[in-house]
């Protein structure tokens, strides 16, 4: 039998199949099996990022704690670099919660009081919440907030306190500075959300004495790589779970469908295809051969 010249080389095929690994297709653009390469990569990842879109990008994270794993994470990182960002996530989250969780028992909360937060003072950040307070004259005034907060941690009586101030409107209406202070409440630097909740309490002068009155309530932006396939606590998951129903469920499965199809296209970009490589004879050989036999 002679071979083609057409062939296919797959050059180094462990090489290849990292590639593939990494990013669905680029195996095959290394192979110069270009058409084949645009063909994964676009519906492998389109496949992917859809089902991390529909579940409000909270499909893809690895919980790594006994009893809490999520097993569907091991199809969802055969798709390569688009899932592995859940591996650091994980490990950053851990670091974070596991001095809280030694002095709680049932831990699962989206925030806690200030104290083991003051190394984030002083804060500055937009805020979306809802006011209840009472004016100095006794009337109670309640909205939504919408504006931007800043605290900062001072010496106060009995140790370091946090004040701090709302600036923004009631109701779409613009209102005087809020002072605030403690007790705050903040969530997690790190979560599943892509905003962390924050409860202070509002304070004003009272026969001249700082006196709370009130308290605002509501959340402030988490950075993108403080949420992105970050673990999820189950607080956070029931809440996408309410917020999307079935639509969550359907995501998740995008994306497992999405990295159990790469595990294929690994495979062929290793072995490559399971027939029609272009080994065949060539129709002049072929003839050739029964020319020699007849003679």
């Known amino acids: 039998m002679t071979e083609s010249h057409n062939k296919i080389e797959l050059k180094n095929p462990v090489v290849a199949a990292i590639l593939a690994f990494l990013i669905p297709g680029a195996g095959h653009f290394y192979q110069g099996r270009t058409f084949k390469a645009a063909i994964y990569c676009f519906c492998i990842l389109s496949t ?18 006994p009893g809490k794993r999520n097993l ?14 859940a591996l650091i996530q994980t490990s950053r989250y851990n670091k974070v919660v596991s001095p809280i969780r ?8 989206n925030y806690f009081d200030s104290h083991p937060y003051h ?16 004016t100095d004259d006794g009337k109670n005034i309640s909205g939504q907030l919408e504006g931007s907060i800043k605290l900062k941690t001072v010496p ?7 004040t701090g101030v709302f600036e923004g409107t009631l109701d779409n209406k613009p209102i005087s500075a809020l002072n605030l202070s403690d007790p705050v409440g903040i969530g997690l630097p790190l979560g599943g959300n892509q905003r962390r909740v924050l409860e202070c309490a509002v304070v004003r002068e009272v026969n001249g004495r700082r006196t709370d009155t009130g308290h605002i309530e509501g ?4 950075p993108f790589l403080n949420w992105f396939e970050m673990p999820l606590s189950n607080q956070e998951l029931d809440d996408i779970n309410k917020k999307l129903g079935k639509r969550y469920e359907f ?15 690994i495979w062929d970009a290793f072995e490559g295809p399971a027939y029609g490589r272009g080994d065949e004879e060539e129709p002049a050989s072929k003839d050739k051969e029964q020319a020699n036999s007849k003679s």
């Open 156 to 162: 106060g009586e009995f140790g370091t306190e946090i």
């Open 251 to 265: 995501a998740v499965v995008f994306t497992w469908i999405a990295g159990l199809l790469n595990l294929l296209v």
């Open 119 to 134: 190394q984030e003072m002083p804060l500055e950040a937009p805020f979306k919440g809802t006011l209840l307070d009472r």
């Open 48 to 65: 992917f990022f859809c089902g991390m879109a529909l579940g409000d990008w909270k499909t893809v994270y690895y919980q790594s704690e």
């Open 102 to 109: 030694l002095g709680q028992n049932d831990f699962d909360a």
């Open 72 to 85: 569907g994470y091991f199809a969802q990182v055969g798709v390569g670099l688009p899932a592995l960002p």
């Open 219 to 222: 959340t402030i932006p988490r």
